[in-house]
């Protein structure tokens, strides 16, 4: 299990990936203009846009991260199961009509509706990038884990695999190949959840009460799992962690680039509306499993080495899929765990080129490139943000998967969703303000997480931290509206006018 | 006029939904910070399922019937406005042939 091949595993996983690949010819041949690559031509039914919403949500943190957490504290773990759910009401009310109106290939498209074009690409296009290089690196990191765990491949070489196959559905497929390889992938993560949830419940006679008795007789703090296990240790860290879940995923480019797949507002709507419910039921199922896993694994020296699981807490759902349904179920929950990370890198390789092609070349370069030439520009930059990615993960490779992926969501919703929401909402709003709200958001961000406790105390090695809590939303997201307020609220009438 | 209108509208609708979400969710993160205790007691006498656990399934529970609810009448509405277009358009098309006659 640990660092032996898993024949199973290894079969229904180049099962997957040649699937994809035959899905990433057919899409080649319709990917050839500039709206097929980067929004499907906007034909993407809103049914099957809410799977693929879901597969670009649904990384593999909230399907082994959050099965490892109930395994090690109980209830947090259902704070952060809900963590992927509480922020698509934002995106579903606030933000899915407005964005199909307006947007056409990427967020910038929105934004630059009301504010000048070039600075304001220049600004979205570097924010946009810091933000995906932050998720990708996590799920890179994560996937390198993953493969070394599941069939014994060095990290360098599973993270090529990984960078290698992404930048083939991007480069050639574009996003008909992406879309359809998140919707293959969000099938078969809720299939294969329900199945491993009903087999746990079925273990215990499908009596929910049965199964908290075990875990709770089973895990060394008893009754202490169904209670707040100390993840939130003051009102300050929940405001803070509250404000990046609920507003983080509405300033995610990969995420809000999908709302343009769809041919028309209503649609829209029910993209978000499907993935809410998809995320929400992945919640409930998450809850069997994490509790089952206490129930089921604990004290069973086949996964429990006494001090932990084998392989680390991360490992809860693929071992409890091992317990009940043997090596085979063992393969096919493995798969897809990996699947689930080739989905995300793939969405955040499509969104990468995106930001180059569409609006940080023609901004930089004060020209709009044809069609032709954008679609060459976006392939070489799949490639190198392919090639970037790869190189980062491995340089990377020791560093926390929840930092990365905690970088990329507060940033988020402290540079990109203010900006956003106040272009939507806010007619004052002018080009400084823009720029100033999302630059002091960006900034403060950045300076509070090395200041906080998982940079300043745990990779620098000091012993208090100087920003006391682990996100820094609660100082940077004010700090960006507040800014946007007053540079635009101080703004000449004449300079308003676009 | 008449879009200004459905905008401000649209966008009243926007905010109170989203506020009816964000709120239950600040107040349940809140909660496990400043009343782990009260999280942590039995739903009801006897059972092993927490005041914690329950609320939390309720929350995800509760967005998500919010959000069917706000698709449902917001692609309801949009869709009455589109045949109310579409209708208007129609007699005016009418109307102009019936001038040019």
New interface residues.
Partial sequence: MTGGVNLPALAIFLLFVALTLVITGWAAKRSSTREQFYTAGGTVGGFQNGFAFAGDFLSAAAFLGVAGLYYAAGLDGLVYGLGALIGWPALLFLLADRLRRLGKYTLTDVLQQRLEPRPIRIFAGCANLVVLVFYMLSQMVGAGLLVNLLIGVDFVWSALLVGGLMTVYVVFGGMVATTWVQIIKAALLFGATLVLALLTLSHFGFDFEALLAAAVDKHPRGEAILAPGGLITSPGAAISLALTLVFGPAGLPHVLMRFFTVPNVREARRSACVATVLIGLFCFLMVVIGYGSIALLTGDPRFDAGNGLHGGGNMAALHLAHALGGSLFLGLVAAVAFATILAVVAGLTLAAAATVSHDLYSALRGRTPSEREELAISRAAALCFGALGIALSVAFQHENITFLSATAMSIAASATFPVLVLALFWKRLTTAGALAGGGVGLASAVVALVLGPSIWVAVLGNAEPIFPYQYPTILSMPLAFAAAFVVSGSATPASRVR | MHTDRHDRG??AI??A??LL??VP??A???A???V??A??AQWSAG????V??VL??A???F??V???I??YA??RR??GREAARQASHGRDREADRGTQR
Avoid: K, Q
């Avoid at chain 2, 059972?47 to 927490?50: A, G, L, Q």
């Fill in positions: 649209d966008a926007s905010w939904c989203t979400a964000v969710c600040f349940y993160i809140l496990l910070s400043l782990p205790d999280l942590a059972s092993r399922v927490s914690g656990l939390g399934l929350l995800a529970a967005l998500v919010l959000s069917m706000y698709t917001a692609n949009d869709a």
